[in-house]
């Protein structure tokens, strides 16, 4: 599985950006997606997850309400819409599949938060 996500950036708090992630080779072996992130000194988070079907969404309680995960399996692509953005969301986030044949974890991208 090879993971390959877009759409970070800077932006100035209460702002959005929408992070896209695309899988390709075995797709039909993941179960669930997810984004996670890394701020500076901080250890990896998860931030939200989406199971295959996507009927099942989690999120982390900081960004509840605030981001939405989303898939669509036609184009083995899920999506985090990121609204109401604060400083604190600085970090470089990552892509996640949940295989059947292991973890796999895209290259990770940017996002800046200013205040």
């Known amino acids: 599985v090879q993971l390959v996500e877009s759409g970070g950036g800077l932006v100035q708090a209460g702002g959005s950006l929408r992070l896209s992630c695309a899988a390709s080779?075995?797709?039909?072996?993941?179960?669930?997606m997810g984004w996670y992130r890394q701020a500076p000194g901080k250890q990896r988070e998860l931030v939200a997850l989406i199971t295959s079907s996507g009927v099942t969404t989690n999120y982390a309680d900081s960004v509840k309400g605030r981001f939405t995960i989303s898939r669509d399996t036609a184009k083995n692509t899920v999506y985090l819409q990121m609204n109401s953005l604060k400083p604190e969301d600085t970090a470089v986030y990552y892509c996640?599949?949940?295989?059947?044949?292991?973890?796999?974890w895209g290259q990770g991208t940017q996002v800046t938060v200013s205040s």
């Open positions: 996640n599949a949940d295989s059947l044949v292991g973890w796999y």
């Open positions: 080779g075995s797709t039909f072996s993941i179960n669930a």
